[in-house]
């Protein structure tokens, strides 16, 4: 069993950073794809970016302008996700997910995180 534990949401203003943590528990962890998505009120949840297990493969979706990087430190079981020049239209709920297969879609993913709140002021 995984259990993942998201962190560091927030309220930031337009053009701020903010960098959100996934905290994996579970000897499996570190050998699943894991993903960032993100669902804004009254929209589709949307994947922002993937990484392997290893770390050394990344994606992100076509609509990506390079705002946004993902990465993982296995020694710390944690994912982040480093969000720079943030836009109001950043704002929405952020999820972890991870799973075997390295997709796009919320499908694959077995197992989700509670999800953090990241808010954007204009």
């Known amino acids: 069993q995984v259990r993942l534990v998201e962190s560091g949401g927030g309220l930031v203003q337009a053009g701020g950073s903010l960098r959100l943590s996934c905290l994996g528990s579970?000897?499996?962890?570190?050998?699943?794809?894991t993903a960032w998505f993100r669902q804004a009120p009254g929209k589709e949840r949307e994947v922002v970016a993937v990484?392997?297990?290893?770390?050394?493969?990344?994606r992100y979706p076509d609509t990506a302008n390079g705002r946004f990087t993902i990465s993982r430190d296995n020694d710390r079981n944690t994912v982040y996700l480093q969000m720079n020049s943030l836009i109001p239209e950043d704002t929405a709920v952020y999820y972890c997910?991870?799973?075997?297969?390295?997709?796009?879609?919320?499908?694959?993913?077995?197992?989700w995180g509670q999800g953090t709140q990241v808010s954007v002021s204009s």
């Open positions: 997910a991870a799973g075997p297969s390295f997709s796009m879609m919320t499908d694959p993913y077995t197992y």
């Open positions: 990484v392997s297990s290893s770390g050394l493969s990344t």
């Open positions: 579970g000897l499996s962890f570190r050998h699943l794809v």
